[in-house]
T-cell receptor
Framework: ETGVTQTPRHLVMGMTNKKSLKCEQHLGHNAMYWYKQSAKKPLELMFV???????ENNSVPSRFSPECPNSSHLFLHLHTLQPEDSALYLCASSQETGGTEAFFGQGTRLTVV | GDSVTQMEGPVTLSEEAFLTINCTYTATGYPSLFWYVQYPGEGLQLLLK?????DKGSNKGFEATYRKETTSFHLEKGSVQVSDSAVYFC???????????FGTGTRLLVSP
């Protein structure tokens, strides 16, 4: 039990579909993150939320739209994705102080067909 | 910008062999350093960390020492087990705001 829960664990979607990934943390953390993990590539930081405000967007295409309604929940809304967007999407949370670790969810394996 | 460099994998070892996975970093200031492990089909789990120079992180028989002079944080274990087979990620975070920068990961395969 990592304290960070992601749903669904697996998702297959067509390029014209709209879907959402959900992340929930009960650790009392105030920062949450979306990462993309593709085969043979480093983990890519996509979005960072601190105290429910987006503080970083690493040049992510607009077909990915994050939402952070409160400090415990984070969503990633997906629409008109491409096959190259197929990857493992990882959510993480942390306290916003230097030196403390991030806790990760188990990820959502996304396949775009 | 900050970066982490890890040795290419896979690393293939027999059970009870000695493990070293090299990690070097580039960062401004004094980052915290981490090793994360990812087992098949799972997310990342923190394995160990060190927050200042000369600190040694340790957990489950794994160790890594924060070497500022060589900007390194090599992971070691004296005797690996089959259950240690996983992908290991070295990472750093800059002081003041938690934002992890990861290496590319090193896959470890341990055979009986």
């Amino acid at each position: 039990e990592t304290g960070v829960t992601q749903t669904p664990r697996h998702l297959v979607m067509g390029m014209t579909n709209k879907k959402s990934l959900k992340c929930e943390q009960h650790l009392g953390h105030n920062a949450m993150y979306w990462y993309k993990q593709s085969a043979k590539k480093p983990l890519e930081l996509m979005f960072v939320y601190s105290l429910e405000e987006r503080v970083e967007n690493n040049s992510v295409p607009s077909r990915f739209s994050p939402e952070c309604p409160n400090s415990s929940h984070l969503f990633l809304h997906l629409h008109t994705l491409q096959p190259e967007d197929s990857a493992l999407y990882l959510c993480a949370s942390s306290q916003e102080t230097g030196g403390t670790e991030a806790f990760f969810g188990q990820g959502t394996r996304l396949t775009v067909v | 910008g900050d970066s982490v460099t890890q040795m290419e994998g896979p690393v293939t070892l027999s059970e009870e062999a000695f493990l070293t996975i090299n990690c070097t970093y580039t960062a401004t200031g004094y980052p915290s350093l981490f090793w994360y492990v990812q087992y098949p089909g799972e997310g990342l789990q923190l394995l160990l960390k060190a927050t200042k120079a000369d600190d040694k992180g340790s957990n489950k028989g794994f160790e890594a020492t924060y070497r500022k002079e060589t900007t390194s944080f090599h992971l070691e274990k004296g005797s690996v087990q089959v259950s240690d087979s996983a992908v290991y990620f070295c990472a750093l975070s800059s002081a003041g705001f938690q934002k992890l920068v990861f290496g590319t990961g090193t896959r470890l395969l341990v055979s009986p």
